[in-house]
């Protein structure tokens, strides 16, 4: 398999004489990628023995215990060769910047009003924040480099001015991002930022951002203080919602993991508030941790009514989402793509893109924003290519598409 990629001139042999420091670093970060391949390969050789040995006597536990130190030793190596795989494809990207625009329901930092923290202020404030994309930045990556330079509040009308400049001057539409649960504001606003240089083509963040703690998806205290905070966002989302309809631009809104509960009571109040609802190009579910059941019966509706076309991205093996069942009493979740679920989501014109055979971490929870694969997916999602577009790349599998490893 090396020889082949030495061939291809993938996997380089040596560095050159007199070679850049560019040349340098991509031959020395090609050596470390043939390493972790070989390593890897060998973890899933030691794992696929494991998943035979444990067939025999699965209720040993040294065996399941084998079984189990396998797959993380898996798990671990094919991180950390798909991340040396990405610093390498992404070697001579010039550094850049990018503007969230954001709006939050955060409560101001009392020693420092520029920055916010987890809980609810009863009002909603507006502003930008200036992020810095470093050089040789990979695709999907947050890395350390990546930076936030300045945040701005700002007042209502003068962020509705230099909305509207920002998007004259990049000719592009807004991409609503509703982060999820254990996301600090600076969190928030680094992987909006990253979302919105990553994606082709071009699009104005804005983000926003609610009250959600920064901890472990083992904090069960923060999760259930991060639901209650969920659930009093929403008015505030409506508010964004309604003033970036105003605009008369393309708008879409993406919501990650507990964000797309936040946003379908956005769309729930603007229903009940005056019988309207905003006019979005997308409405986009990445990993929604919100009852799969409770989200058909109450929130389909709106959503399909609420824009032009609505996604949901999945997949099967999101630990967190297994988690999170758990807590909830056994009850699927909307993003575990569940047989049922499915179903009910095709009947109600909701597109469906299972991600389950795609891996990108320990939990890949947060797989569309951290993958390659499905931020060009994205991409073309927001330019209004249908599912089943052979652009797009995904195996139609009748009431949803699938995407290929």
């Known amino acids: 398999m090396f020889g082949a990629l030495l061939t291809l001139g993938i996997l380089s042999a040596a560095v050159p ?3 850049s420091s560019v040349e340098s670093e ?36 040294k065996l399941a215990r084998s079984h189990l130190r396998a797959e993380i030793r898996l798990v671990n190596r094919r991180a950390r060769l798909v991340s040396l795989q990405r610093r390498l494809e992404a070697l001579g990207a010039p550094a850049s910047e990018v503007r969230v ?6 409560e101001p930092w009392r020693r420092d009003r520029r920055w916010y923290r987890a809980r609810d202020s009863g009002t909603l404030e507006y502003g930008t924040a200036l992020v ?21 509040a700002l007042e209502p009308e003068v962020w509705e001015q230099q909305l ?37 083509p071009a699009v104005v963040p804005v983000l926003y951002s609610w009250p959600a703690h920064g901890g472990t998806w083992l904090a069960s205290a923060k999760y259930t203080f991060d639901e209650n905070e969920a659930a009093r966002s929403s008015a505030g989302l409506a508010e964004t919602l ?36 905003p006019s979005l190009d997308q409405i986009v579910y990445a990993a929604p941790d919100i009852d799969a059941a409770l989200f ?4 389909l509706g709106l959503a399909v009514a609420a824009s032009d076309q609505v996604t949901v991205y999945c997949a099967q093996d999101d630990r967190a989402l297994k988690l999170s069942r758990g807590v909830h009493g056994g009850y699927d979740r909307l993003g575990t793509c569940r047989p049922g679920t499915l179903g009910a989501l095709h009947e109600g014109g909701v597109e469906v893109v299972d991600a389950s055979r795609l891996y990108v971490n320990m939990l890949d929870h947060d797989k ?11 991409g073309l999602l927001l330019t209004g290519i249908p599912t089943r577009d052979p652009r797009r790349g995904l195996v139609d599998r009748g009431g949803w598409c699938e995407l290929p490893p």
């Open 164 to 200: 509207r400049h920002t998007l004259d001057t990049l000719d592009a539409g807004i991409l609503t991002y509703v982060h999820g649960y254990n996301n600090s504001f600076s969190y928030a606003v680094r992987r909006s930022a990253q979302l919105a240089h990553d994606l082709e």
């Open 101 to 106: 625009f954001y709006s939050t329901n955060r």
């Open 242 to 277: 309604a003033r970036l309809g105003a605009l008369d631009v393309s708008v879409s809104a993406y919501a990650h993991s507990m964000g797309s509960r936040v946003l379908s009571n956005a769309l729930l109040d603007l229903r009940q508030l005056d019988g309207s609802l």
């Open 132 to 152: 810095r994309i470093p050089e040789d930045h990979p695709t999907g990556a947050l890395e350390r480099g990546l930076e936030i330079l300045e945040v701005s």
């Open 17 to 19: 004489a007199g070679a």
């Open 368 to 378: 569309v924003s951290n993958s390659p694969r499905l931020i060009r997916d994205l």
């Open 26 to 61: 991509r031959v020395r970060l090609e050596r470390r990628v043939q390493r972790w391949m070989t390593r890897t390969d060998s973890a899933e050789g030691r794992w696929e023995d494991a998943c035979s040995i444990i067939e025999d006597e699965p209720e040993d536990p």
């Open 296 to 299: 058909t019966r109450r929130y």
